[in-house]
């Protein structure tokens, strides 16, 4: 890499990163930020990955002329193999995971005016599909330690209105399934799982997306399984799976046909196409190998970064066998690194060639939802006083810190080699070794 012979090189080795970290660090030379050398120069790697199996899929659909799952063999293709992949033991394919989600609510009958219990720490969709039922999101703070749903207060949230909750498996890391599900049965609750995030993680050996009543699962650009736009549910249940497919496709069900039709219920039309199906087909010929390599980089980023004070790693649980890694997420305390904001360490980070972002901002607090829990529509299921009670119980003050201390990487970054996890510790150190300097830039 063309280091100069003069630069200091400190080692970073200590007993308990043994194994795993003993590489070089430039800690003397001077941030990028401030003029100096960045840490890395190359790009992370690219995302999505693809060659001519993806061309080759995409084009046969397209010569086919079938281009819509009611002409076309893909999208039955795709859910038979996703059903198999995850062990479950039906498969919907959708428009999308926010759809997955959406489909899910009305399958289970959520109606308007119940409560849905959500976390605060997740995409946005997680809460919008909860108001376009008319339901009312009840947010239960985070444990900031593993930056999922606090197992611990879901019950306290929950009242004689709860008719279902979405825990979320944030950043491919597993939400506490024993407890979710102990408390879903004491108090005979479904639980749609928002796996869009979590494709192929695992708890105790089984794939998220399994373990509720549905699992939702999200294809989008970003997403570790990716079609551009696209969606699944996994349901173990023979009668929520037609009903999903029934509100998926307008109301029309799987064993109608011209001499018994009739319109089962209302619906939407969710449904995935076949050129979605076939791309899905050819990127899951990868799914496993990326799998297998965020959990080995993404393990040994930990072990570097938990010698790092002040970096905290999400911890996962016991219970989490498998972690997807759809994003490497942990705490920065700016008391290590002589005050230096947050934004400005992210604005060092990226300097130094490492892109990072901050994640997400308080959801719980966004302003929309208090003026959609207001709206004419709400009104007319819930009356004043239930607002003011939603307002008053609505506080999270551990996701509040958590949004103000979150450092996020993505997938992708997990994709290459351990010099590259290595590149990102370096990069940490070297910062944290200036912050004094940087504080005063
Ligand atoms: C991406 C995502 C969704 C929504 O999926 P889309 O396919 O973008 O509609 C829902 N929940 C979570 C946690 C997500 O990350």
Request: charged share 25%.
């Amino acid at each position: 890499m063309g280091e100069k012979l003069s630069r200091r090189t400190f080692l970073a080795a200590s007993p308990a990163a043994a194994g795993a970290a003993s590489f070089a660090i430039q800690v003397g030379e001077k941030p990028a930020l401030l003029g100096g050398k960045p840490v890395r120069t190359e790009p992370f790697p690219s995302w999505p990955k693809m060659d001519a199996t993806e061309e080759k899929a995409l084009l046969e659909v397209l010569r086919s002329g079938r281009w819509f799952r009611g002409n076309g063999p893909q999208v039955a293709r795709f859910e038979e193999a996703y059903a198999r992949l995850t062990g479950a033991k039906h498969c919907l394919a959708t428009a999308n995971g926010t759809s997955a989600l959406f489909i899910s609510l009305n399958a289970l009958g959520v109606a308007p005016g119940d409560e849905v219990i959500v976390p605060p720490y997740t995409f946005i969709a997680t809460v919008n599909v909860v108001l376009l039922m008319h339901a009312i999101p009840v947010f239960v703070d985070t444990d900031p330690e593993t930056f999922q749903i606090d197992p611990r207060k879901i019950e306290a949230a929950i009242t004689d209105r709860t008719t279902a909750m979405i825990p979320v498996h944030i950043g491919g890391s597993a939400a506490d399934m024993d407890r979710i599900m102990a408390i879903a049965r004491k108090h005979k609750l479904p639980v749609i799982e928002d796996a869009c995030q979590a494709h192929l993680g695992e708890w105790r050996g089984r794939k998220l997306g399994t373990l509720g009543d549905t699992g939702c699962f999200s294809f989008q650009a970003s997403k570790n399984l990716n079609s551009g736009e696209g969606g699944a549910i996994l349901t173990a249940s023979d009668e929520l799976i037609e009903r999903c497919y029934t509100f998926h496709n307008n109301g029309r069900g799987r064993r109608i046909t011209s001499e018994n039709f009739t319109y089962q219920s209302s619906g939407h039309n969710l449904r995935m196409t076949e050129f979605q199906a076939a791309l899905l087909m050819a990127q899951m010929t990868r799914l496993e190998e990326q799998v297998r390599a965020r959990d080995e980089n993404g393990q040994y980023l930990t072990s570097l970064l938990r010698e790092i004070p002040g970096i905290e790693p999400a911890r996962t649980y016991e219970g989490c066998t498998r972690n997807a890694y759809h994003l490497y997420m942990l705490r920065y305390r700016k008391e290590h690194f002589a005050g230096l904001p947050r934004a400005k360490f992210l604005k060092a980070l990226r300097a130094e060639g490492i892109p990072a972002s901050e994640g997400y901002r308080p959801l719980n607090k966004e302003p929309f939802i208090k003026q959609a829990l207001s709206s004419r529509a709400f009104r007319a299921v819930c009356p004043p006083e239930r607002l003011r009670q939603w307002e008053e119980r609505n506080q999270c003050p551990e996701n509040d810190r958590l949004c103000e201390e979150a450092v996020w990487f993505t997938q992708n970054m997990l994709l290459g080699t351990r010099r590259d996890m290595e590149q990102i510790a370096e990069a940490i150190r070297k910062i944290q070794a200036h912050a004094a300097d940087l504080v005063k830039a």
